[in-house]
């Protein structure tokens, strides 16, 4: 498809390929991920022998029991969950696990908790996020706009400067939504994201 990068042209282009012609973006060929035993004593396998291949444009549901792992290998595949993996992520042909910083801003995560700033509002947590996860030569005038389609986008436009406290829990996860879509990354992990709405 032609490279654009107008996301309306991109999307459209997307939707003319076969999704199985489609090329794969995400690439995960985790072997296994231990974590010293709570013991003290050993290493305890948290997941073993996990193959995943994401499309471009598609959309991957992963469903198991509760305990089964899942949000650990969601963790391993948007990097947050390095440490003790044997195997590969790959994004785009980029090796996730050596090079986390430098594609950390390509890759956006909403965890199962998340865990607020006790007092930042939710604009205060969109310029936080920004300035750890978008490039360096990202202006302000574009951060701020990011921010405020991604309120408009959830419905939050309103709650932009309340605090944490006064946030219902459904509230909270539409910001940490939000938060994710100011990045635009290429790629979003969701932890049960509509857990509270």
Do not use: W
């Not at 006064?166 to 857990?195: F, N, W, Y």
């Amino acid at each position: 498809y032609a490279k654009t990068d107008d996301p309306a042209h991109r999307t459209k282009a997307l939707k003319a390929i076969d999704p199985d012609k489609r090329p794969v973006v995400l690439h995960a060929d985790i072997l296994t991920k231990k974590v010293k035993s709570n013991t003290g004593v050993g290493m305890k396998e948290l997941i073993r022998d996990i193959h995943v291949d994401v499309k471009e444009g598609s959309l991957v549901a992963m469903l198991g029991t509760a305990g089964a792992g899942k949000s650990t290998v969601m963790n391993c595949m948007n990097g947050m969950e390095l440490q003790g993996v044997q195997g590969s992520v790959m994004f785009r042909d980029v090796d996730l696990i050596h090079n986390f910083d430098q594609m950390k801003h390509l890759i956006g995560s909403v965890p199962q908790k998340k865990v607020f700033h006790p007092t930042f509002t939710p604009e205060e947590e969109f310029m936080q996020a920004a300035m750890l996860r978008l490039p360096d030569d990202t202006t302000d005038q574009e951060i701020r706009q990011r921010v405020d389609a991604a309120l408009a986008a959830v419905g939050m436009t309103e709650f932009a400067r309340h605090a944490p406290h006064l946030l219902s829990g459904g509230q909270k996860q539409r910001v940490a939504i939000a938060g994710i879509i100011a990045m635009e990354p290429k790629c979003i992990v969701l932890d049960e994201p509509t857990a509270m709405l």
